[in-house]
C-alpha cells in the first residue's frame, strides 16, 4: 500500500525551475543569440524537425548504423523552440537558437523533476536542495556539455535520473511515480532504441528486489501479485497509457515502411555478436572514474546499513530504495555493454549511466546530512549548496566543443550556388564520394539538405552514398538518374582526383558533372575483365565498390540500380550474370527487374541455382538512358550468419553482363 504523500508547497520547485533556467540561458547565451546555420548531426536533426513543427514527423533521429530510433519526442521538443522562439516570437535570430534555447528548458524541466521526486522521497525540502545541488556538480564534473549540449546522448542525461528515482519506489511497492516513471521511459525510448532492453532489464531487477524484501517482510507489497494489481490497476493503466502515447509514432511507422523498425533492429541485433563479459565489466567501470565513485559507493552502503538501524523507516527505505535501482541500473548496462554496444572505445554511448556514480556521491552527502545529529549541519548544508552551484556555474560556463557545426554561413552559398544548377523539371542528383574523407562531406551535405528544406526546396536527391541522415525523401527513386543536372560531390577542393575543374567548389565539395555510361554495344562485359567499365556511373546505386581483382560486386541494399544508355537499336537484350548471397541450405532470394520503372520480370535463386543468366528485355530510343533496377526481397548479412565480420545487407552479386 502506498504511503499518503507530505503535502509540500509547489514554490520551491518553481522557484528551482527558473533559477536553473535562467543559469543554463545565460551561460549560453553567446551561442543562442548567435546566427546560427548548423551542419552534421544538428542539421540531421533539422531535417526530421521540419516535419515535427507541421506534425508530420514520425520517425525518431537517425542512428550511425542506418536506421532511426523508435520516436520523436525529443525531436517535437526542439521544433517547438524554433517554432516558438524563431518563427513567431523572432526572440533568437536563427531557428537553431530557438532550438538552442529549448535545451535549456527541457533540462532545467527534468532537474526540477528530480527535486521534486526526492523531496517526496525524503520528505524534506532541505534534504532534496543537497542532493540536487551535489548531483549537478557530479554531473558537471563527468560532462558538463549534459547542461546545455544538443547532442542526444547528451539529452538522455537528465530523463534517466527521473527515471532512476522514479523506479526506486517499486522496491516497496509504490506507485505514486509511475507517471514520472512513464514520462521519462517514453522519452528515453523514443531517443535510442536500447532503452528498451535497458528499462525492461532495471524493472526486472527491482520487481525480483522487491519479491525477495517481501518475503523478509511481510508488511512489504509484493509487485508480482494479483492483489497488488487489483490495488494498483488505475495507476498502472496511466502508465501503460503514457508509454503507449509515446510509442504511437512508432506503431505507425511499422504498419507503414518495409521492412519494419523492428526489423531493422532485430537484424542489427543478429549481426552484433556483443563482447565479452571481461570487456563489458572494463566498458561499464569507465564511468565509476578512477575509484572516487566507488569510494562514495562503499560509504552508501556503509550509512546505508547505520542509518537503518539508527534513524527511522524512511532513511532505511531511501538507501535500500537507491542501492537496489542502482545495482538495477548498472546490470542493465552491463547486459549493454556485453550484448549491444559496438564500439567499446566510445563512452558516449552509455553516457547516461554516469547517473548513477553521480547519485551515489550525492545520495552519501544525504546520507550524512540526515543521519547525523549535529546542530549547525543546516549551515554546513546550505555552505555546500553554495559552493556547488558556484562549481557547476564555473563548468557549464565552457560551451561544448561542437559548437563549431552550429555556425557555418557557408551553407548558404553553397545552397545558392546549387539553385542555379537546377534543371528545368525535377531534382539535381547527386553521387556523393566514398573514402576516407566521406565524413566531412557528410557534415557539410547534411547542411545544405536542411537549409533547403527549412526554405521548402526539395532541391537535390541523393543517389549515391545516401544515408538516413539525410532523410528518406531526399533519396533519389530510380526515374530522377536521368535528370540533366547529375553531379558527383567531392571534398578534394578544385584541383581534386577526378582530373577535370568542378562546375561548383564551396565548403570544401567540389560538384562534377556527371559523364553518362557509353552506348550499349554487342558486346560481354565482366567485372574481371573489365572492372573499370564498373564505376558509380554503371552501378548507380545499391552497390558496394568494386576492388582490385574481384570477380563480381554486390548489391548491399534493398534495391540497386544499373545506369546504362540503350544500344542503337530500338529494342534489345540485356543479359545479366547474377548470383544470389544464400547462407543457408535452404535459403532463397527472390529479385524483381524493372527497366526504366516498368516492371521486366521475377527471378527466384536457392541452393540448386544460386547463380543465373538473366535475360532483360528493353524498348528505348537509341541513346536514351536505361535504368535497370533490381528489387531484392531479402538481404541478409554474413555478420548475422556468424560467416564473417561482414554486415553488410547482401543480396546478388553481379558477374557482369552481355548485350
Not at 548531426?41 to 516535419?51: E, G, M, R, T
Not at 577526378?498 to 562534377?512: I, K, T
Not at 524498348?619 to 535497370?628: F, H, K, V
Request: glycine share 8%; with cysteine; net charge positive.
Amino acid at each position: 500500500m502506498n504511503q499518503v504523500p507530505p503535502r509540500f508547497s509547489p514554490l520551491p520547485a518553481i522557484l528551482l525551475f527558473l533559477l536553473l533556467f535562467g543559469l543554463m540561458a545565460w551561460t549560453s547565451w553567446p551561442q543562442i543569440m548567435a546566427v546560427n546555420v548548423e551542419i552534421g548531426d544538428f542539421a540531421a536533426n533539422s531535417v526530421l524537425i521540419q516535419d515535427a513543427k507541421s506534425l508530420h514527423l514520425i520517425y525518431g533521429n537517425y542512428s550511425r548504423v542506418g536506421f532511426n530510433h523508435p520516436g520523436p519526442a525529443i525531436l517535437y521538443v526542439l521544433a517547438a523552440g524554433e517554432l516558438v522562439f524563431h518563427d513567431w516570437l523572432r526572440l533568437v535570430p536563427s531557428p537553431l537558437s530557438g532550438q538552442l534555447l529549448a535545451v535549456t528548458l527541457y533540462n532545467a524541466a527534468w532537474i526540477t523533476v528530480v527535486f521534486a521526486l526526492m523531496r517526496r522521497i525524503a520528505g524534506s525540502t532541505a534534504a532534496a536542495v543537497l542532493f540536487v545541488s551535489v548531483f549537478l556538480l557530479a554531473a558537471a564534473l563527468c560532462d558538463w556539455r549534459v547542461f546545455d549540449g544538443m547532442w542526444f546522448p547528451h539529452l538522455y542525461f537528465f530523463p534517466f535520473a527521473v527515471l532512476l528515482l522514479a523506479a526506486s519506489r517499486l522496491l516497496y511497492g509504490r506507485t505514486d511515480m509511475l507517471v514520472a516513471l512513464g514520462v521519462a521511459t517514453g522519452f528515453l525510448i523514443n531517443g535510442h532504441v536500447s532503452f528498451v532492453a535497458i528499462i525492461g532489464i532495471m524493472l526486472v531487477v527491482m520487481v525480483t528486489a522487491n519479491y525477495l524484501l517481501s518475503r523478509r517482510h511481510s508488511e512489504t507489497p509484493r509487485i508480482a501479485s494479483k492483489q497488488w494489481f487489483r490495488s494498483n490497476g488505475r495507476a498502472l493503466l496511466v502508465f501503460g497509457g503514457i508509454v503507449l502515447l509515446f510509442l504511437v509514432p512508432f506503431i505507425i511507422a511499422n504498419l507503414i515502411d518495409r521492412p519494419t523498425p523492428v526489423q531493422q533492429y532485430l537484424r542489427f541485433g543478429r549481426g552484433n555478436k556483443g563482447n565479452t563479459a571481461m570487456q563489458a565489466l572494463t566498458y561499464v567501470g569507465v564511468y565509476w572514474g578512477q575509484g572516487a565513485a566507488l569510494v562514495s559507493g562503499l560509504a552508501l552502503a556503509v550509512l546505508n546499513y547505520f542509518g537503518s538501524a539508527a534513524v527511522g523507516g524512511r532513511v532505511g527505505q531511501l538507501g535500500k530504495s537507491l542501492t537496489a535501482v542502482f545495482l538495477a541500473a548498472s546490470v542493465a548496462v552491463l547486459y549493454y555493454a556485453k550484448a549491444g554496444v559496438d564500439m567499446l572505445d566510445q563512452t558516449y554511448i552509455a553516457l547516461f549511466y554516469y547517473n548513477v556514480p553521480c547519485m551515489v556521491a550525492s545520495a552519501a552527502v544525504l546520507f550524512c546530512y540526515l543521519i547525523w545529529q549535529w546542530r549547525h549541519k543546516h549551515v554546513a548544508a546550505t555552505v555546500l549548496v553554495l559552493l556547488c552551484g558556484l562549481g557547476v556555474y564555473q563548468k557549464i560556463k565552457t560551451p561544448p566543443e561542437y559548437i563549431a557545426h552550429y555556425r557555418q554561413p557557408a551553407v548558404q552559398e553553397a545552397y545558392e550556388a546549387l539553385v542555379k544548377l537546377r534543371p528545368a523539371q525535377g531534382r539535381i542528383v547527386l553521387d556523393l564520394e566514398n573514402g576516407p574523407g566521406w565524413g566531412d562531406l557528410w557534415v557539410h551535405m547534411t547542411g545544405i539538405t536542411a537549409y533547403a528544406k527549412r526554405k521548402g526546396d526539395d532541391l537535390f536527391c541523393i543517389n549515391e552514398q545516401w544515408h538516413i541522415s539525410f532523410s528518406k525523401p531526399v533519396r533519389c527513386r530510380s526515374e530522377e538518374l536521368a535528370s540533366p543536372a547529375h553531379f558527383r560531390v567531392t571534398n578534394s577542393g578544385p584541383a581534386d582526383k577526378v582530373g577535370v575543374p568542378p562546375v561548383y567548389s564551396a565548403m570544401g565539395l567540389s560538384f562534377h558533372r556527371y559523364t553518362p555510361p557509353g552506348l550499349l554495344v554487342r558486346e560481354t562485359v565482366t567485372v574481371k575483365d573489365k572492372p573499370e567499365r564498373f564505376t558509380r556511373t554503371q552501378l548507380a546505386s545499391g552497390w558496394s565498390g568494386v576492388g582490385t581483382g574481384d570477380e563480381f560486386v554486390w548489391s548491399d541494399d534493398n534495391e540497386a540500380v544499373l545506369a546504362l544508355r540503350a544500344s542503337p537499336e530500338q529494342s534489345g537484350v540485356v543479359v545479366l550474370d547474377l548470383m544470389a548471397f544464400l547462407p543457408t541450405p535452404d535459403a532463397t532470394q527472390q529479385v524483381t527487374v524493372y527497366v526504366n520503372g516498368q516492371p521486366a520480370g521475377d527471378v527466384r535463386f536457392n541452393q540448386a541455382q544460386q547463380r543465373k543468366r538473366v535475360p532483360v528485355a528493353y524498348n528505348a530510343r537509341p541513346g536514351e538512358a536505361l535504368l535497370i533496377t533490381l528489387k531484392i526481397a531479402n538481404p541478409m548479412s554474413p555478420k548475422a550468419y556468424g560467416m564473417s565480420q561482414d554486415n553488410r545487407d547482401l543480396g546478388v552479386a553481379l558477374y557482369g553482363y552481355q548485350s
